[in-house]
């Protein structure tokens, strides 16, 4: 009985040491862990390494992503009208701003202008060049002005023909017979032609012409038409009156 006894206390204290040392192992299992976030990635082994990249997700969480296009542009959808209005716009500027067209001078316009380039280049004109310009102004406006092929004409054959046209007076053949000689003598006979006798030229030239636009503005007014453009010159301009006087 006391064998039996001592047996079953020993096993009793068996017992109770194994269960005294597998309890603590348990409480201790049963605590919360400590993180690792303190702890240098450095002292734990085989620790991952940390990710510092920043997501779009993380900066714009509330920006939805790219969906595709929405719908045509202001100018991918009126392109034709703007290019339509900048080329009415160019057209009509040229029209506006484009420069004016001016008419075509008059007969008398064109001989006065001829006349005084004549003068005005008189010192680097020999005799002939000089009458030679200064006739032919006579004549350009006498085939412009009265349809008398007066530039294909010699001096006779011309004189001839005036003085069978009623385009002319008494004193305007007398006048045209004094420019068309004396041109004669400075082309042909190669006379001095000074300075004064080349003004009483082109004085003659512009007395002509002169006459000849006064008797034909009167006519045109008598006929109920406007008179033609471009007064007489300064020199001229008395002529009627000093005939008058005479």
């Known amino acids: 009985m006391i064998k039996l006894f001592s047996t079953v206390s020993i096993r009793s204290a ?25 702890v240098p990635a450095a002292s734990i082994p085989n620790a991952p390494a940390k990710d510092d990249s920043v997501s779009y997700e993380s900066i714009f ?10 719908g045509m542009g202001f100018w991918e959808k009126y392109w034709a009208w703007a290019l339509g209005a900048l080329c009415a716009a160019g057209t009509a500027a040229y029209f506006i701003f484009r420069p004016k067209k001016l008419p075509p001078k008059a007969p008398y316009e064109l001989a006065i202008e001829a006349v005084a380039a004549a003068e005005a280049d008189s010192e680097n004109l020999d005799a002939k060049e000089f009458a030679s310009r200064v006739s032919s102004a006579v004549r350009a406006y006498i085939e412009a002005r009265h349809s008398i092929p007066a530039p294909v004409k010699t001096t006779q054959e011309f004189l ?5 046209s009623a385009a002319f007076d008494r004193v305007q053949r ?12 400075a082309k042909f006979a190669r006379d001095s032609f000074s300075g004064e006798r080349r003004a009483e030229l082109a004085a003659l030239a512009r007395r002509f012409l002169d006459s000849d636009k006064l008797r034909c503005d009167a006519a045109r007014e008598t006929a109920g038409g406007a008179p033609e453009s471009g007064g007489t010159s300064a020199e001229t301009a008395d002529a009627p009156k000093m005939k008058e006087t005479k």
């Open 14 to 38: 068996l017992a109770a040491a194994a269960l005294a040392a597998v309890l603590p192992a348990r409480a201790q299992a049963a605590l919360p862990q400590p993180s690792p976030q303190g």
């Open 174 to 185: 007398e006048t045209l017979a004094g420019i068309l000689n004396s041109s004669d003598m």
């Open 61 to 70: 969480p509330e920006i939805s992503p790219d969906r595709g296009k929405i």
């Open 160 to 164: 001839k023909i005036a003085s069978e």
